[in-house]
């Protein structure tokens, strides 16, 4: 039994294109919702999928979690409402699915999988800036993974050896500007708050800190050594917010300690 399962958050525009995209292996689909305002529980109803509907929580990956605690299948595929499962991919899985359950144990064998992903940005997918292949590990045998739900950005820990797959995952993350900074808002105040509960404050050395050392490294990061270059504007606008992703989050931490 393959199960496939999402944490959503008014994602009507997305989950229909990423459910039917495991339709062809899924034996079980299981959303946890974080009470959408608009049709997604719908959607995923009307696609055969078990919803589970909850609050929406600032850090997402609990809901994640939950989903993944609900999933009954030998073999679990974790995705996100704007991701979408290629064909080269899919087969992967069913092949996977079929080696697992005919394992006697998992000894010595993978029990989870990095997977490539196709990010969208600004109307082009990446191919460099450090966003591909963005490796990422989605794909495990019931039991043996888990998320720490930490920070909004963590990979999953694996109990057992991780392999490769084969194939993408195509995210469409970021179609417009507009996504991505509606996103990159949530994820500044998200961090923000993390700062503020692990008692950073503000004096001199922070603020050289966020506001000039870690900018300046992820850019020259992203830009330079991860070849962001090549993917021309779109490379630079990600270098350049990825890069201010640490003053605004400094800055709201700032503004914390002002109310």
């Given amino acids: 039994m393959i199960s496939v399962v999402l944490a959503t958050f008014n994602e009507e525009k997305n989950i229909q294109r990423c459910l039917e995209s495991v339709k062809s292996f899924a034996d079980e689909i299981i959303v946890v919702d974080g009470s959408s305002i608009d049709e997604t529980r719908k959607i ?36 996100d409402a704007d991701e979408v499962v290629d064909k080269i991919l899919q087969r992967f899985i069913k092949k996977a699915h079929s080696n697992v359950i005919k394992r006697k144990n998992h000894h010595r064998q993978p029990v989870a999988w990095w997977l490539r992903r196709k990010n969208l940005f600004m109307g082009q997918f990446f191919k460099k800036t450090g966003q591909y292949p963005d490796p990422i590990i989605r ?16 990979q999953m820990r694996v109990d057992g050896i991780v392999a490769w797959a084969t194939g993408h995952l ?34 001199f050395i922070n603020s050289v800190k966020y506001l000039i050392w870690l900018p300046t ?11 962001g ?22 800055l709201k931490l700032w503004g914390k300690y002002q109310k």
């Fill in 139 to 154: 794909l495990y045998v019931n039991g043996y993974a888990h998320l720490p739900k930490k920070d909004v950005h963590e």
């Fill in 229 to 250: 270059f090549v993917d021309k504007i779109p490379g630079f606008v990600f270098s350049a917010m990825s890069a201010f992703y640490h003053p605004m989050s400094y």
């Fill in 217 to 227: 490294k992820t850019f020259i990061l992203l830009f330079i050594r991860h070849k």
């Fill in 44 to 79: 995923a109803r009307d696609l055969g999928a078990e919803v589970i509907k909850t609050t929406n929580k600032a850090n997402f990956h609990i809901n994640k979690q939950l989903a993944m605690d609900n999933a009954h299948g030998d073999l679990i595929l974790q995705l």
């Fill in 170 to 203: 195509i995210h469409y993350a970021n179609p417009s500007f507009k996504d991505y900074m509606r996103k990159w808002n949530t994820y500044t105040s998200f961090k923000a708050q993390q700062l503020l509960d692990a008692n950073v404050k503000i004096n």
